[in-house]
């Protein structure tokens, strides 16, 4: 079993966001991932994996030329969000076999 905290701190945006302008700040984040791996023989290995596992919502900061404002329901005017909402909780299974 493993476990993983990941902690991002706030952040400015970059200058040609419209949130900078307003003087918004991206909140920190600390994420909790835990991975559980079982190998029965040497050749095979299952593991299950899970991803923010308090599903917390966080966001990133949209790219150099975010153009869609503090509006989380609504899409970009342009091509650019000024926010990236990132992945709720989330369940990975592998199976890995050595020849």
Do not use: C
């Not at 835990?34 to 994996?49: C, D, G, N």
């Not at 404002?69 to 199976?95: C, D, E, H, M, W």
């Amino acid at each position: 079993m493993n476990y993983a905290l990941n902690f991002v701190s706030s952040r400015d945006l970059y200058l040609r966001n419209p949130l900078r302008r307003d003087n918004e700040e991206l909140e920190g984040y600390l994420n909790f991932d835990t991975t559980l791996a079982y190998r029965p023989t040497k050749e095979y290995s299952l593991t299950l994996k899970v991803q923010n596992v308090f599903d917390n919502e966080y966001y990133h900061p949209g790219g150099e030329q975010a153009d869609s404002g503090i509006n989380r329901s609504q899409p970009a005017a342009g091509f650019r969000n000024s926010l990236i909402p990132q992945a709720k909780r989330t369940f990975l299974v592998g199976l890995k076999a050595k020849f």
